[in-house]
């Protein structure tokens, strides 16, 4: 890990004498390094992604960016996939196999997991990005409904994140696992009253961030990505916001998944993001800094 070498040009005075003689440099930041390519270290090859919610929307077009890196991805949903998977297989020559699952079911979790280690082999990464939203005043909002949106969002991310680490530390190799948290984990977002949605991916960001802590003696590593508005089916419900979703991102636009794909790629990487765990990214077109415009 360590190397010893000589600094030859510094002039020793009393000071510096020990500093000439030898200096501890650590080899990563030794200049004599392999060539760099960090292309290489996004690829997916050999590599098996679960990914909730992968029939539509976000989840569907992260499972295709992941094909499109050479991985091979399992998508858990309670709908068939929008997006035919011999097309995924053949686009991008990788396998890709549908797994009916509810996730407020951890048992159905866990046989969904098992099928995919009994026809993939192995489980590397976890995406979950299955969800649903709620838009309405908190002095409306009923128990039932709030119990519904945290059995989804929540404990469904949370029994996946744990059945995915139980697939990696059987396996005694690393994994990553990504949730997809929102900008409503943050702050209150303009337009909609979302309190419950909020406080439930809050609550998927702070595990995030534990789990990372407590799997990081695994090799597993844990993050969180935050979307701000992203045009998918879920946004689409709430058509009457299109105007504020495309005018208040200081960015002055709506999000495409297309602008979440490499934040996950990163996360993804084994190598690249080795020593990045426990952390959020936030992918806002700026909202998450605020307004000043309004
Ligand atoms: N679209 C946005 O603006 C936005 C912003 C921030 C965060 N998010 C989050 O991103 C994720 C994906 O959102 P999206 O916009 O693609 O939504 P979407 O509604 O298009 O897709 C959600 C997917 O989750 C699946 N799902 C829902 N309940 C499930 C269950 N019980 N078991 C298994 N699968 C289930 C759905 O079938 C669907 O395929 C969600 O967690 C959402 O909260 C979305």
């Not at 409306?140 to 949370?158: A, C, F, P, Q, V």
Request: one cysteine or more; proline letters at 4%.
């Amino acid at each position: 890990m360590f190397s010893r070498r000589v600094t030859p040009k510094l002039k020793a005075t009393a000071g510096t004498r020990s500093l000439v003689r030898s200096t501890i440099v650590p080899r990563c930041f030794q200049t004599t390094v392999a060539k760099l390519d960090l292309i290489s270290q996004l690829s997916q090859r050999n590599r098996v992604t679960v990914i909730t919610g992968g029939s539509r929307g976000i989840g569907l077009f992260l499972g295709e960016a992941i094909a499109s890196l050479g991985g091979d991805i399992a998508i858990l949903d309670i709908i068939e996939p929008q997006k035919s998977r011999d097309v995924l297989k053949s686009r991008y020559n990788v396998k890709v196999e549908y797994y009916k699952t509810d996730i407020t079911s951890q048992s159905n979790i866990e046989s969904s997991f098992d099928q995919v280690v009994a026809e993939f082999g192995r489980v590397d990464n976890c995406v979950t990005a299955a969800g649903i939203a709620l838009d309405k005043p908190f002095i409306d909002t009923t128990w039932e409904e709030s119990k519904k949106l945290l059995d989804i969002n929540l404990l469904g991310t949370y029994f996946t994140a744990q059945a995915a680490a139980r697939r990696m530390i059987d396996q005694k190799v690393p994994g990553s696992i990504v949730t997809v948290a929102s900008i409503a984990a943050h702050s209150a977002i303009p337009g909609q009253r979302v309190s419950i949605y909020g406080a439930s991916k809050a609550a998927v960001k702070l595990v995030s961030k534990t789990l990372a802590v407590e799997l990081a003696p695994h090799g597993i590593r844990v993050n969180s990505i935050s979307p701000g508005f992203i045009s998918t089916d879920m946004s689409k419900q709430f058509a009457h916001l299109t105007d504020l979703f495309n005018r208040v991102p200081p960015v002055g636009r709506i999000g495409q998944r297309e602008d979440l794909a490499l934040a996950v790629a990163y996360l993804l990487s084994s190598s690249g993001a080795a020593y990045t765990t426990g952390a959020d990214i936030p992918v806002t077109g700026g909202l998450i800094g605020g307004r000043i415009e309004v």
